[in-house]
């Protein structure tokens, strides 16, 4: 296993499409045993292919306290969602920033794991957020499109 190097900001990996993984192979656990280490070392609580440079459809999630909750997730799909919620959020290739974001407060996840057995999740609240958050990188986008005015945003200019 090792650290990855994180890229951030204008890296052009981060907005182009992640293509489907096909072998599910020795080199795919690989990198998703490099991504899991890389967001644990980084404290995060997701990590998308592109943000180590990789435009493959793989992720990795965390959102449990104790850190003890690892998702590997292969050719994700979002196939469901449901209601709202609206928070700050953040992302490893924007460190030190925050934005507020509105997505949905329930998602269900479609994927494969890394044996290539396939798996749906539901998430609510955070773990949906995070799913949303780590399938929108295989796409190219990143949260800060996203971010609109907080409601504190709005109080300002009353
Ligand atoms: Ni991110």
Redesign the pocket.
């Known amino acids: 296993m090792a650290i990855r190097r994180i890229k951030t900001g204008d890296a052009s990996c981060l907005y182009k499409l992640a293509k489907p993984v096909v072998k599910f192979d020795e080199k795919l656990g690989d990198l998703l045993d490099d991504m899991a280490e890389t967001m644990y070392h980084a404290e995060?609580v997701?990590?998308?292919g592109p943000?180590v440079g990789v435009l493959r459809r793989v992720v990795v999630i965390d959102c449990s306290a104790e850190r003890d909750g690892l998702i590997e997730a292969v050719n994700p799909e979002i196939i469901y969602t449901e209601g709202e919620q609206a928070g700050m959020e953040?992302?490893?290739?924007?460190p030190d920033e925050q934005g507020w974001v509105v997505r949905p407060n329930i998602a269900v996840m479609r994927a494969f794991d890394r044996h290539g057995n396939e798996f749906e999740l539901r998430g609510e609240g955070l773990l949906a957020r995070a799913m949303l958050?780590?399938c929108?990188?295989l796409d190219g986008k990143?949260?800060k499109r996203l971010v609109v005015p907080t409601p504190e945003d709005y109080k300002e200019e009353e």
Request: glycine share 18%.
């Open positions: 995060g997701g990590l998308a943000q953040g992302c490893l290739s924007f958050h780590e929108d990188h990143v949260y």
